[in-house]
Nanobody, 116 residues
């Protein structure tokens, strides 16, 4: 079992920045693929960004060039730096960890609200 705890969400104005953090409970963090997803009210959860255990990153088209995912294996932490925030970025952001056995673990989510 892996526990994930997100933090860093909040209220920000259009064009502002936030950095989300996700701390994993287990030291096998380094062999897990990590990702961020988000879910806005009335919408399905959608992929935002991911980082493989080897450090290869991938982004949704809607956030490419504005968001950056990074990870610190020594701290069991993955980050999501969000710049140039837009109202459509408002959502609950969830941290995801996928084990080598393709088992998914989720955090409780952190709310991001972008005001116009």
């Amino acid at each position: 079992q892996v526990q994930l705890v997100e933090s860093g969400g909040g209220l920000v104005q259009v064009g502002g920045s936030l950095r989300l953090s996700c701390v994993a409970s287990r030291t096998i963090f380094s062999i897990m693929n990590m990702a961020w997803y988000r879910q806005a009210p009335g919408k399905q959860r959608e992929f935002v960004a991911s980082s493989t255990s080897g450090g290869v990153t991938n982004y949704a088209d809607s956030v490419t060039g504005r968001f950056t995912i990074s990870r610190d294996n020594a701290k069991n932490t993955v980050y999501l730096q969000m710049n140039g925030l837009k109202p459509e970025d408002s959502a609950v952001y969830y941290c995801n960890a996928r084990s080598v056995l393709k088992v998914d673990f989720w955090g409780q989510g952190t709310q991001v609200t972008v005001s116009s």
